[in-house]
């Protein structure tokens, strides 16, 4: 038989599509697995470890008995988006049409992924902060656009913006400014001045600004939150993402909205009705009624947040590790140089079984190879119980001291 010519080797991009080469298992997974494994205390998740409120709990088994279960509209229940329109006129002052203006969608990751799908064509440019949230790559990757990331400076135990080094980073090809505020996973809140230094970036080379709001009810501090949106002119141009997730401590739910203006709102819509059409009709009612009336519940976590950061921010610098401020949202920034460590990552890897605990390199939210501001940061999250907080703090005291 005539040999056969050799299969050429097999291409990576048989398997998989160029735009997902880089999706990886994330070092979340990695963490979760150590932690079982050595039964650590996992301060690597973000994932919230605090009781929701019993009466949103109960709004939602209510809702399923009562038959709430089919699809809602693709823009989400009416009675959510007054709710959501509502609630941001009373806390900002900022009108929403609820019908318009608004679009709820499968938590705020869908309401991210789907305006870069929207509003980015393949090759544009997005611009964020270094370090970011993970899945922002991804959504720029799947939209065929590039992720722009421009490291935040540090300046004693903070972080800021750099407005020099994000507006050289614009270039012809830049289509939108996507920020998060209160920030994952610094724990920074940009303050008013760095939000106009980038509404003035965003005026001056036409973006449009999608700003991931999450944490907007956990600024500590006295602090309050400040949206891009409120900058004047940014309104126009900025679609502001939340998520009932993170500000009722549901967030398996998977519930989160969109806000701006309709060209904007009505782009995301166009693409999420492809994704998932809708989700999630009785837990939209349940956050429906409890958006109403959400302040005294809100004021309540974030006090018990700021309570935890303030605990784990001690136990760290107890432990010898230099941390920067949490000014908003569950993470703090710690400086493992103090346990003898110069990268972030094999101190995380060690970490559970020296102390029985995790925590995230910074490295895995760096995008920018040229930031020098990550390798040597973990990220611990503070959003569980005190009495975790505290047993993982006094874990890691006395374990890297000579
Ligand atoms: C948790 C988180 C999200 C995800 O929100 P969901 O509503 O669960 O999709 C988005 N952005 C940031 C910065 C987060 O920390």
Redesign the pocket.
């Known amino acids: 038989m005539p040999s056969a010519q050799p299969l050429p080797p097999t291409r990576p991009r048989l398997l998989r599509a160029d735009r997902i080469q880089n999706f990886r298992p994330s070092v979340f997974t990695e963490t979760r697995e150590l932690a079982e494994r050595y039964g650590a205390i996992d301060l690597g998740q ?1 994932a919230p470890g605090l009781s929701a409120p019993r009466v949103l709990l109960d709004d939602a088994m209510a809702a399923i008995a009562e038959g709430h279960n089919q699809y809602p509209p693709a823009a989400g229940l009416a009675e959510l988006r007054r709710a959501i329109a509502n609630s941001r006129l009373r806390r900002f002052g900022i009108h929403y049409d609820a019908d318009r203006e608004v679009v709820v969608t ?5 309401a ?1 992924t789907a305006a870069l799908l929207a509003l980015c064509n393949p090759g544009d440019e997005v611009l964020t902060l270094d370090p970011c ?1 993970d ?1 922002y790559e991804a959504a720029a990757s799947l939209a065929g656009a590039r992720l722009v990331a421009v490291p935040l400076a540090t300046e004693g135990d903070r972080f800021c913006l750099d407005e020099a080094a994000l507006r050289a980073a614009v270039t012809p090809r830049t289509r939108l400014l996507l920020l ?1 505020s209160p ?2 996973p610094t724990g920074k809140v940009f303050t008013a001045a760095e939000l106009a230094a980038m509404a003035r970036v965003c005026l001056d080379h036409e973006l449009t600004a999608v700003t ?1 709001e ?2 907007e009810h956990l600024v500590y501090d006295g602090a309050g939150h400040h949206s891009l949106a409120s900058v004047p002119g940014m309104r126009e141009r900025t679609l502001v ?1 939340s ?4 500000t009722f401590n549901v ?1 398996g739910w ?3 909205w969109a806000c701006g203006p309709g060209r904007l709102v009505e782009a995301v819509l166009s693409v999420k009705q492809f994704l998932t059409f809708a989700s999630g009709t009785p837990f939209q009612l349940a956050v429906a009624r409890m958006l109403g009336d959400e302040e005294a519940w809100t004021a309540a976590l974030r006090g018990t947040l700021q309570r935890h950061r303030d605990l784990l921010r001690t136990g760290l610098e107890q432990a010898g590790l230099r941390t920067y401020r949490g000014e908003g ?2 993470f703090l920034q710690a400086d493992v140089r103090g346990a003898g460590y110069l990268d972030g990552t094999r101190f995380c890897r060690d970490l559970p079984a020296r102390a029985g605990v995790t925590a995230i390199p910074c490295s895995a939210f760096r995008h920018n190879p040229q930031n020098p501001h990550t390798d040597h940061l973990v990220r611990f999250s503070f959003c569980k119980p005190a009495d975790v907080v505290r047993e993982a703090t006094s874990r890691l005291t006395g374990k890297w001291q000579a």
Request: glycine residues 20%; neutral net charge; proline residues 0%.
């Open positions: 973000g499968a938590g705020a990751t869908e991210v949230y899945a998060n920030h994952n991931d999450v944490y993402v998520s009932a997730g993170k967030t998977k519930v989160g949202g569950y």
